[in-house]
């Protein structure tokens, strides 16, 4: 089935630890994104790619790693996780060219830092 | 501070009645999505609206865009149970999406 599957679906974490939240899509899509998302603030972009081997930052993507070494995989890493990292990520992805960034999302990855 | 702000932030309605969430920005957009969330799950993509005025209907499910492109509207016509979820609107421009922060609709039964 096409779509975008990330791992783990859930982590708790201890703070100061390094995690990497996986996302791969088989799609074909050029862009892919992270997103994290809180109660009452709606999903904000940490980094985006638009095509493999290309990164972006987003919103907010202090204390966030981001590779794109192939069209399908866009991984996140968080190099020292502190308790304010705790969110649920979706990893998304869109054929952005020539149509208007209409996005898939993943299910989500949820991620408890303690 | 949102890009894009949602209104009413929460909505609960009895099974058969309408409702109408807003989605307001002081920024012209490209385009602007609706996606919906369930609990769990990632958003799904519901429709894009581009052209100013644009109205565009899915089922019992109506939107539409503003003449300037800065705000837009979801409107339900009889709510159902399943019509339960996170709605999230989303603008578009140089290829990325700014989201709303959602507006929660709960349809009773």
């Known amino acids: 089935i096409a779509g975008i599957t990330q791992a783990p679906t859930s982590q708790i974490l201890a703070a100061g630890r390094r995690m990497t939240l996986r996302c791969t899509q088989d799609m074909r899509h050029n862009a892919m994104y992270w997103y994290r998302q809180d109660l009452g603030l709606g999903l904000r972009l940490i980094h985006y790619?638009?095509?493999?081997?290309?990164?972006g930052k987003g919103e907010v993507p202090d204390g966030y790693s981001v590779s794109r070494a192939n069209t399908d995989d866009f991984p996140l890493t968080l190099a020292s996780a502190v308790p304010s990292q705790t969110s649920v990520y979706f990893c998304?992805?869109?054929?952005?060219?020539?149509?208007?960034?209409?996005?898939?999302f993943g299910p989500g990855t949820r991620l408890t830092v303690l | 501070t949102q890009l894009l702000e949602q209104s009413p932030q929460f909505l609960s309605i009895q099974e058969g009645e309408n409702l109408t969430v807003y989605c307001n920005s002081s920024?012209?957009?490209?385009?602007l999505q609706w996606y919906r969330q369930e609990p769990g799950e990632g958003p799904v993509l519901l429709v894009t609206?581009?052209?100013?005025?644009e109205v565009k209907k899915l089922k019992r499910l109506t939107f539409q865009f503003g003449d300037a492109r800065k705000d837009s509207s979801l409107h339900i016509t009889a709510a159902q149970p399943g019509d339960t979820g996170l709605y999230l609107c989303a603008g578009s421009n140089d290829y990325k999406l700014s989201f709303g922060a959602g507006t929660t609709v709960t349809v009773r039964a």
């Open positions: 920024s012209v957009f490209s385009s």
């Open positions: 609206v581009v052209t100013g005025g």
């Open positions: 790619s638009n095509t493999a081997g290309t990164t």
């Open positions: 998304a992805s869109s054929d952005s060219v020539g149509g208007y960034n209409e996005q898939f």
